[in-house]
Nanobody, 128 residues
Framework: EVQLVESGGGLVQAGGSLRLSCVVS????????VGWFRQAPGKEREGVSC????????YYADSVQGRFTISRDNAKNTVYLQMNSLKPEDTAVYYC?????????????????????WGKGTLVSVSS
């Protein structure tokens, strides 16, 4: 059974930083594009940042470009999201996602049902 387990969420003041981690229990992690989505109350889930194992460029939503950095460690089956200069509008539940042999951009555009695996989410709250 494939599992995605997120950690690192919490409460932080505006301007602060958090690092999210997601461990993906899949046999061939390097064959998966992985990424982070978020859903704020009353809003649709949106792609935040995604990365594949190929040389294609990581995807970042315009709202986080320059503040968030995604990385992956294939030896540890883990994807990270370093979030700096956090804003109150970054408050949301952050979900880890994985899709087999997708590019970063393709993963970011997939519908909820089109993504192979989801984590249960971790809450990030940014106070003003």
């Amino acid at each position: 059974e494939v599992q995605l387990v997120e950690s690192g969420g919490g409460l932080v003041q505006a301007g602060g930083s958090l690092r999210l981690s997601c461990v993906v229990s899949v046999f061939t992690f390097e064959d998966y594009a992985v990424g982070w989505f978020r859903q704020a109350p009353g809003k649709e889930r949106e792609g935040v940042s995604c990365v594949s194992s190929s040389d294609d460029t990581p995807y970042y939503a315009d709202s986080v470009q320059g503040r968030f950095t995604i990385s992956r460690d294939n030896a540890k089956n883990t994807v990270y999201l370093q979030m700096n200069s956090l804003k109150p509008e970054d408050t949301a539940v952050y979900y880890c996602a994985a899709s087999f042999r997708a590019t970063a951009l393709a993963l970011s555009r997939k519908s909820t049902l089109g993504i192979d695996y989801w984590g249960k989410g971790t809450l990030v709250s940014v106070s003003s």
